[in-house]
């Protein structure tokens, strides 16, 4: 491979994460998000002759994106997470309810963030794949989320805006101030805590005492307002005694389990493993610790095993 070629695979590859990082925040999941890159690809070289040059190549596939991702929107529910959708629930086995909607799902920082580049896009980029922000983008009517995506993540100006989505100038300044209205409602202004030392070491003794199965020691870990989830299920936990009892009770199947770390939207994530029967360890969750005053505030369980390949986990971890 030339050097041409080598720089050349390396920008398609950091534009194809860009991508999917924009569909992402659209569609609130990773599959969803990687499929319509895929669709954006096919659609551009079947219509390839079609494109006459009068924007550059970046712009016309986003325009297609875009449109594949209003396509997929069109009639559909917004994602969400539990805790949006009602109150708490009791830490019992029938408040666990039954699996199904359409939730939010984490992503892979890989898979959405760009490598290298200005230190301070990085933050923003960071910051815009973080849970909280793209479950508030998911309260937005689709063409309000892409223009305030486009705007204010991704930069663009409000001209370039406009000739992507076929409308005017006043049109698109008119739905980034609603979308950025309805955005500070969600409150999602205050930025992520930094991995410092201290979260560092508060992840660290969480994973210790996770496999231990020590729930005392967990519990003496949480927020007394800390919250539970465990999506695709509508069950969530408010309050560390409650999240001591469910792990105690319904939740028990999880001793033994062991944790690997990885990176989920923008932070740390751990790829959960319960013990298989057969033997060995087969996957269960990837889980987002939210931490914040040195405790933990959020325990966020995503009970699906298809994530696992998509952060590049193994399929089973041996005894």
Not at 260 to 289: C, K, M, W
Request: glycine residues 8%.
């Amino acid at each position: 491979m030339t050097t041409a070629t080598a720089r050349a695979t390396t920008e398609l590859e950091e534009f194809r994460v860009e991508l999917t990082g924009y569909a992402y925040r659209m569609l609130g999941s990773v599959f969803d998000a990687e499929d319509a890159v895929q669709e954006t690809l096919l659609r551009a070289w079947r219509g390839r002759d079609r494109f006459d040059g009068r924007s550059s190549l970046r712009t016309w596939l986003y325009r297609i994106t875009t449109n594949v991702c209003l396509d997929q929107l069109r009639g559909r529910d917004r994602r969400a997470l539990p805790m949006d959708l009602g109150a708490p629930t009791a830490p019992t086995a029938t408040a666990l309810g039954t699996q199904g909607g359409s939730w939010l799902e984490p992503v892979p920082d890989a898979a959405v963030l760009p490598t290298g580049g200005d230190p301070a896009e990085q933050a923003v980029a960071r910051e815009s794949v973080r849970l909280a922000f793209v479950a508030a983008l998911q309260h937005l009517p689709p063409r309000q989320r892409a223009v305030l995506i486009l705007r204010d993540v991704l930069r663009w100006h409000a001209d370039e805006v406009a000739a992507l989505l076929d409308t005017t100038l006043p049109a698109v300044n008119s739905a980034l101030q609603r979308a950025r209205a309805t955005m500070a409602e969600r409150d999602t202004t205050a930025p992520a805590p930094a991995l410092d030392r201290e979260h560092r070491e508060l992840l660290d003794r969480y994973v210790r005492v996770f496999e231990r199965y020590d729930i005392d020691a967990l519990v003496g870990l949480l927020r007394d307002d800390a919250v539970h989830a465990m999506p695709p299920y509508p069950m969530w936990l408010r309050g560390a005694a409650d999240i001591g009892r469910w792990l105690r009770g319904p939740g028990a199947g999880c001793r033994g389990s062991r944790l690997v770390e990885t990176t989920a939207n923008g932070g740390p994530a751990l790829a959960q493993y319960r013990p298989d029967p057969a033997g060995g360890h087969r996957p269960f969750s990837i889980q987002l610790v939210t931490c914040s005053g040195g405790r933990i505030t959020g325990l966020l369980h995503f009970l699906e095993p298809r994530l696992f390949p998509v952060f590049g986990l193994p399929s089973r971890l041996d005894p």
